[in-house]
């Protein structure tokens, strides 16, 4: 919105409107603005939910702390979304295509949320959407993206190209003066550190481009239900969600920058992306928005985001690395969604694996998503392969701990775009 308007002004010669041509300064006004209504428009959304009586149903689960909760507002994403949508709105170029692709993963998975927590608060029923229409929605969404993606002539790369001297090793790192469309990716570890999906139908003959556009958009749908599901199941304690999305946010936000920058993607060795910028200007309002939201979402925690905010963030994080050809690094990155979702697969397929061969249920941890299960005293009378710790986490620690090991991650995953 402004970004034309100041572009206009700037032809006519008018001072300091070229501000805008520069991606820092709409990032830093973007992260600024995202912030200021986050935490300003924060407490009137929360008294309007308290008014409308949207609080929290919490089970006994015999957790620390955990009853206190009960009644606490939630539905806490709108504040997340809205904190997104109104600095993009001023600050981003609003016909550029990720920024598009942005902004449908944002409504899309943001009504899918809110539609999960209205049923669950308003009619009462925990289950909340149907499990299967809440796939259907995300594989949808996984559909859209990944075709856009692929068919898209706005959507495409300009590849670094390695040159090699006769000891086989790289002198130079060039980036391909033209523009192509490819299914091509960023490996981490690798030397040779693109990845293309069309090897994994180079069996397919002359079907091998229709089997390419097929592996593509299931693998974009997969990364997208993973993800966001990853994260709904991270939002169990106060701030856990909304830190860990805002110190990805930073990690996507540095390699968005440095894939959009041609001497960077040369330095990195990585595929130049023209139009990428723009998601920095994104990921700005995204850090903003989730630092803002923990004002308030912090221990102890006033509001919850619920399904409206952990749903939109999961998909809006996976969106974005494969947006940027990073979807690889997203097990390192995002290394504490994985954990969390892993640890209820295993307890899942343990139990009924135990059931069916001793006749009763075996668990590995003592509750799952994993931050439960420091919560839960050892040797309390519950039957897991793992006691430690025997001494109940508090909450507010728990939560920084988890923090601390998502800088961690974020950072080897940065790191490894060197490390080959």
């Known amino acids: 919105m402004l970004y034309d308007w100041f572009a206009y002004l700037d032809q006519i010669d008018f001072p300091g409107a070229g501000v805008f041509k520069y991606i820092s300064f709409r990032s830093g006004m973007a992260i600024v603005f ?38 606490t507002p939630t539905m806490g994403g709108i504040i997340i979304i809205i904190a997104i949508l109104i600095p993009i709105a001023l600050f981003a170029r609003l016909n550029n295509i990720y920024i598009i692709l942005m902004l449908i993963t944002t409504f899309w998975l943001g009504a899918l949320g809110f539609a999960d927590d209205y049923i669950k608060v308003f009619k009462k029923d925990k ?3 149907h499990g299967k229409f809440k796939i259907v929605a995300q594989v949808g969404l996984g559909l859209i993206v990944g075709m856009t993606l692929y068919l898209s002539p706005e959507a495409v790369i300009r590849e670094n190209i390695e040159v090699v001297n006769h000891e086989n090793m790289i002198e130079e790192v060039r980036i391909h003066p033209s523009e192509t469309k490819s299914t091509k990716t960023t490996i981490p570890f ?37 993800v966001s599901n990853g994260a709904n199941l991270t939002d169990g304690l106060d701030g856990l969600a909304a830190g860990s999305s805002a110190i990805i946010g930073v990690g996507l936000g540095i390699l968005a920058y440095m894939s959009s920058h041609i001497e960077f993607a040369s330095f990195l060795n990585i595929m130049f992306l023209p139009g990428a910028e723009e998601l920095v200007v994104f990921a700005a309002a995204f850090i903003g928005a989730t630092i803002g939201f923990l004002w308030y979402n912090s221990f102890p925690a006033q509001v919850f985001m619920g399904d409206t905010g952990s ?3 999961g998909g809006i994080i996976a969106v974005f690395a494969i947006i940027i050809r990073k979807e690889l690094l997203i097990p390192i990155l995002c290394g504490m969604f994985l954990v969390e979702s892993l640890s209820v697969m295993l307890q899942v397929t343990y139990f009924k694996y135990t059931r069916r061969k001793y006749g009763e249920g075996r668990r590995i941890f003592k509750m799952t998503p994993l931050h439960h299960h420091f919560q839960k005293p050892g ?14 986490i508090p909450e507010s620690k728990l939560v920084v701990r988890f923090w601390l090991i998502g800088i961690i991650l974020a950072v080897i995953a940065i790191v490894t775009l060197k490390v080959r």
């Open 127 to 129: 289950k909340g959407v």
């Open 34 to 71: 995202a912030l200021f209504i986050s935490t300003t428009i924060g407490r009137w959304i929360i008294n309007k939910l308290r008014l409308l009586q949207v609080g929290e149903m919490v089970r006994d689960l015999g957790l620390e702390g955990q009853m206190s909760k009960k009644g």
């Open 311 to 313: 749903l939109t963030l």
């Open 190 to 226: 690798i030397k040779s550190n693109n990845f293309d999906y069309a090897w994994l139908a180079s069996w397919a003959g002359e079907w091998k481009e229709e089997a390419t556009w097929l592996f593509f958009v299931l693998i974009v749908i997969f990364i997208v239900t993973a």
């Open 379 to 392: 040797n309390a009378g519950i039957q897991a392969l793992i006691q430690r710790p025997y001494n109940v």
